[in-house]
């Protein structure tokens, strides 16, 4: 039973516009949510998390917005790089049942920024 | 500032050999450590994670087994591989409610 799902295996957008990755979650457990970037041979980074107190999240270039009632995150990049180029993986954990540690993750998105 | 180890980065073996890669954080104490394994098209897997030092938790059932010797030392180990062990396994480390930071993963193929 996949918990968090990213039905978008890749996605492609031109340098300078609007990419939105998108996430879908199954346990209404869950109370906070992260997005990691994940280049080739590399482990994946932290970029932005949101706890389900909130509804949107900002940092810089990076935004999350989280929809409790469609079990729905989305990151949005504005302006989109090459250098965003990477594997996105969304995933989720339930801090307030003491789990914050396990988080679950996605299958990951492949976004490609054409110059 | 803290940071992770994690070696060796790529390793082939031969099914049925042992196995034992290990992970080192540098910078904090008493993190929590974490395993993780990404299969072939596959998201992100907890294979364990622990808490303390001799303080290990198995999230599923596998050919595998984990060990913290050292409050900054994890080891991943197996007895036998299988071919099924093959991945890109990940070592992470946390703090309190810190997002999981991880190391660069060791890409694993058993022959």
């Known amino acids: 039973d996949q918990q968090v799902k990213q039905n978008s295996p890749s996605l492609s957008v031109q340098e300078g516009r609007i990419s939105i990755l998108n996430c879908d979650y199954t346990n209404s457990m869950f109370d906070y949510f992260l997005w990691y970037k994940k280049y080739p041979a590399e482990g994946p980074t932290f970029l932005i998390s949101?706890?389900?107190?909130?509804d949107k999240n900002e940092d810089g270039r990076f935004t999350v917005f989280l929809n409790k009632s469609a079990k729905h995150l989305s990151l949005h990049i504005v302006p989109s790089q090459p250098g965003d180029s990477a594997v996105y993986f969304c995933a989720a954990s339930w801090r307030r049942g003491g789990s914050n540690y396990k988080l679950t993750f996605g299958k990951g998105t492949l976004l490609t920024v054409n110059p | 500032s803290q940071t992770i180890h994690q070696w060796p980065a790529t390793l082939v073996q031969p099914v049925g050999s042992p196995l034992s890669l290990e992970c080192t954080v540098e910078g904090t104490s008493n993190p929590n450590l974490y395993w993780y394994r990404q299969a072939a098209g596959r998201g992100l897997q907890l294979l364990f994670y622990?808490?303390?030092?001799?303080?290990i938790s198995s999230e599923v059932p596998q050919n595998l087994s984990a060990s913290r010797p050292q409050d900054r030392q994890f080891i991943l180990s197996s007895k036998k591989l299988l071919l099924s062990d093959s991945g890109f396994y990940l070592c992470?480390?946390?703090?309190?409610?810190?997002?999981?930071?991880f190391g660069n993963g060791t890409r694993l193929t058993v022959t």
């Open positions: 992470a480390w946390s703090v309190l409610n810190s997002p999981l930071h």
């Open positions: 622990s808490v303390g030092i001799g303080q």
């Open positions: 949101i706890s389900s107190i909130k």
